[in-house]
């Protein structure tokens, strides 16, 4: 009930090309759910966040689409860039657990030049 | 944005001795905190939640003895590691959710890297 299923592990895409990264949730109670971004050795920041009354949310080179009869969301990032190598984490919060954010395992990006 | 703050950012220690890592909010106040442990290449694992002027809440499978809060004030929370073994070593992160704009977003420290000797 309160997993978020995070897929792929790993990614490698060239330089101007999308990263997409998908997530699936089961607690139909989350109602908040944001994206981070965390780099070697520091805390994660946030990236993006969409709440579920959203099917998409755009914000510069990243987007949030948003399924909520599926129950997925995903992250893409356009115009990738080698800056953008790091992992990134989707997330989900909310129903009983309130602030309680339960983290998907981690997408690790690798942008080529 | 808000800014979460921990101290110490790194510490090594020996096996049995125990260390204290604190979490702070510095421009803005707390009454909820909450505790994260992050081994090498995994994810952000809840340890606690941590609550100013009552007790903490733990996660299934996690040791309060071991792993002590204290919400001391409404910008700082201590997580002390009792008795510390190799297999505590980890990245301990803290963060705490702060109101910006129209809605409430949950703010992270930069992490504490423990290792035990």
Known sequence: QQQVKQSPQSLIVQKGGISIINCAYENTAFDYFPWYQQFPGKGPALLIAIRPDVSEKK???????????????????????PGDSATYFCAARGGTGGFKTIFGAGTRLFVKA | ????????????????????????????QATTMFWYRQFPKQSLMLMATSNEGSKATYEQGVEKDKFLINHASLTLSTLTVTSAHPEDSSFYICSAPASTGSQETQYFGPGTRLLVL
């Open chain 1, 59 to 81: 914000e510069g080179r990243f987007t949030i689409s948003f399924n909520k009869s599926a129950k997925q969301f995903s992250l893409h990032i356009m115009d990738s860039q």
């Open chain 2, 1 to 28: 944005g808000a800014v979460v703050s921990q101290h110490p950012s790194w510490v090594i220690c020996k096996s049995g001795t125990s260390v204290k890592i604190e979490c702070r909010s510095l421009d803005f």
